[in-house]
């Protein structure tokens, strides 16, 4: 088919009451739509004229709203030119909202859309697909025939459970349109390893796919499996068919679609989806509630009352301005068209046709949300030229932050679109409404680089935590020696400031060494709080550019000269270096190991090891199978451990506490280095998932080491 008129006698012309549902700026309606939407499909095309599809968003009201005819929103990965279109999702909603419009400018990762049409997409392609029910099991892939892009690693596995996609297709004059398309079980069917064929039912009649394609054959699309955060790339050179032995194959209860797209696939990729994991989606307790946002239906109703109004006027805009005002009318059309969903998908041969989401569940907050607390920053405090300290208050007025002294919490944060976490020890004592945080600026660092050049007060960030078996008991009372250098620090002054306000510790004595006086964090407050406490803190700095890197034997004469009781404690934080020697010297003078104390600053969570393909991981509790789920290429164990709902063990995220640390029963992983577990451990066969992704299936087994 290669001609209007030929798509036209197939599919139908669209109504004139169809395109009357469409609106030049955002309505207030749409606006209200747009904060509550966590994800979108969205279509581009790059500098090169290379077609996209993707999903955008993470949370809801992503996206930013300047005015009717303007938008942003971060696209971390890519760069849009020209036309684009975005399909908007909410969660347990079978209508869509559609935008197309083109790109205004970019700033950083924000991208600026002025929009020139939105309207509200019907249902049929979310209810086809099941989208916001259970998913089904997944029937296993057939072999592929012949070489293509369909034969990449887990693309035919994601082909075959995929029941929904969002396609993007442009006119010759430039225009972008992306539609939703849902089907039962397999939206996209494999014909050899280089074509698909997406079945064309009966829809609306707009067919701006069609259209498109007969002006311009080049396409993209992005496919969902519910439950699954990866997300399918696939992009190529689409045609019409009306070819009635391909249809055939189609058919459902004998009924076959009235034509199918061909596509000839040029790239074909499963990844890891970051909006779709952030956004939840497949979480029941996501779903809107009704009266949450205005009803899509309603909505429609609205744009068409106007535009008659605009078009037409008279009687029949009037008529229809009154029956929107009516109390109730909501239901009224939803009931109503959820009659006329459930007949028209059973003429189509669809059985068993649901209309909605699953049950809601009671508002209880998963695990990883209760553990992710929502802070302000109330101060940035400059200690050194090169750190700072973060003044942090709770954004819902908990009363205090409770923790021991010297245990880090994980700061995360989005950076160009994509969150970043990292691990900082707390520096102020614990059980106060505020939490100090300090933070060096480390060449290269994302996380301390965006804090030293764009953090105000004001601005928000999540935290995860306490963690970390660094600390040390207020109520003990024997001495504390503490060794430390450049920014490790800040579990010290902790611990210093915790100790000071108890009468347990006896005596506490701190080496502190650093390149040069400009350097000393908290030099102020460590020479108050040792002439304030002349009987209980003494501070020796060590400045290495005028005498030198510490060693063994600066080590040694300052033990001598401090001379701790013999039960004391020792606590060193700072280079690998220094806290071996620090040790070596302590072996000497024949001081057990369970009173000497380190902290290693370790993260892994910069680089994701790289894996190609989706793996299974299955998931024990002992001889007890607890759930498996697909890990996607870039994903971590964690992280789809926790997406799938299954009751992982962790805490700060980033490979230095051990918390999620579990035994590796069957398979391979990679894990991402520098991370905390020792030699013996990992010859013990122990991984940690929060910076772990799968070579293979893996069964790990939860059980507490």
């Known amino acids: 088919m290669t001609t209007v008129d030929e798509v036209e006698a197939v599919i139908g012309r669209p109504p004139a009451m169809i395109m009357l549902k469409q609106i030049s700026a955002l309505d207030e309606g749409c606006r209200t739509i747009l904060a509550h939407c966590p994800l979108a499909g969205f279509g581009y095309r790059d500098a090169d004229g290379v077609s996209r599809t993707t999903f955008v968003g993470g949370t809801p009201g992503f996206v930013r709203v300047h005015s009717p005819t303007r938008i942003s929103f971060p696209l971390p990965d890519g760069e849009a030119h020209g036309p684009v279109s975005f ?28 929009v020139e049409q939105a309207y509200v997409h019907c249902a049929q392609a979310v209810i086809r697909s099941r989208l916001w029910l259970p998913p089904a099991p997944a029937e296993p892939a057939s072999e592929v025939e012949g070489d293509g892009p369909l034969r990449g690693p ?18 010759g004059a430039g225009g972008s349109d992306t539609s939703p398309r849902g089907d039962q079980r397999t939206v996209a069917r ?45 992009r190529g050179r689409g045609s019409i068919t009306d070819d009635p032995t391909l249809l055939e194959t189609m058919a459902l209860r004998g009924t076959p679609p009235h034509a199918a797209l061909l596509i000839d696939v040029e790239h074909a990729e499963v990844t890891a989806g970051t909006a779709v994991a952030r956004s939840r989606i497949w979480a029941a307790a996501t779903h809107l509630d009704r009266g949450t946002a205005p009803d899509l239906m309603v909505l429609t109703g609205d744009h068409l009352a106007a535009n008659m109004a605009e078009v037409h006027g008279g009687v029949l805009a009037r008529g229809l ?13 939803r009931l109503a068209m959820n009659v006329a969903y459930r007949s028209g998908l059973r003429k189509e041969g669809y059985e068993d046709v649901q209309v909605g989401s699953r049950p809601k569940p009671p508002a209880v907050e998963s695990e990883a949300a209760q553990r992710l607390r929502e802070v302000r920053v109330t101060e940035v405090r400059r200690e050194t030229p090169n750190a700072v300290t973060l003044v942090l208050e709770d954004t819902e007025g908990r009363s205090s932050f409770d923790f021991r002294p010297g245990q880090f919490f994980t700061l995360v944060t989005d950076i160009d679109g994509r969150p970043v976490r990292r691990a900082y020890s707390a520096s102020s ?10 933070i060096k600026q480390v060449e290269g660092g994302r996380f301390s680089t965006h804090v030293h050049q764009n953090l105000v007060a004001g601005d928000r960030l999540s935290l995860r935590g306490p963690s970390g078996g660094f600390h040390a008991d207020p109520a003990a009372a024997h001495d504390i020696v503490l060794v430390a250098a450049g920014s490790g620090v800040t579990p010290v002054m902790s611990m210093i400031r915790t100790l000071l306000a108890t009468s347990g510790t006896r005596r506490i004595a701190l080496l502190y060494s650093n390149r040069s006086e400009e350097e000393v964090i908290f030099a102020d407050d460590l020479l108050r709080l040792a002439e304030e406490n002349p009987d209980r803190l003494s501070v020796t700095h060590v400045l290495t550019r005028e005498r030198g890197r510490l060693d063994a034997t600066g080590v040694r004469d300052w033990l001598t000269e401090v001379r701790p009781s013999d039960d004391a404690r020792f606590y060193t934080c700072g280079p690998e270096a220094l806290m071996d020697t620090v040790r070596g010297v302590l072996t000497e003078r024949g001081v057990p190991d369970d009173r000497v104390h380190q902290e290693r600053y370790t993260s892994g969570a910069d680089t994701i090891a790289t894996v190609t393909a989706p ?47 579990v035994k590796l029963r069957g398979g391979q992983v990679a894990m991402n280095e520098p991370n905390c577990l020792t030699p013996r451990q990992k010859a013990d066969g122990y991984v940690l998932t929060c910076v772990g992704c799968p070579l293979s299936t893996v069964t790990l087994d939860i059980t507490e080491p």
């Open 190 to 234: 494999i014909l050899d390893g280089r074509t698909l064929a997406i079945a064309d039912r009966k829809g609306n009649k707009r067919a701006d796919s069609l259209h498109n394609l007969l002006q311009d054959d080049r396409l993209s699309f992005a496919a969902l499996v519910p439950g699954r955060t990866g997300v399918l790339h696939v």
């Open 429 to 438: 004592a614990p059980g106060s409404s505020r939490l100090e945080v300090t």
């Open 321 to 333: 301005g009154i029956v929107a005002r009516i109390p109730g009318i909501g239901r009224v059309l």
């Open 87 to 114: 399909v908007f999702l909410l969660p347990g909603v079978g209508e869509t909202l559609r935008v197309n419009g083109w790109v205004a400018k970019r700033k950083g990762v924000e991208t600026f859309v002025d």
């Open 615 to 661: 793996q299974q991981m299955i998931v024990e509790d002992g001889a007890h199978e607890v759930g498996s789920v697909v890990v996607e290429p870039g994903q971590t164990l964690l992280d789809a451990g926790l997406a799938a709902g299954l009751p992982m063990p962790y805490s700060c995220t980033v490979g230095n506490c051990g918390d999620c640390m």
């Open 154 to 171: 887990g693309v035919a596995d994601f082909l075959a459970a995929a029941p929904f996609l969002v396609l993007s297709t442009w006119d």
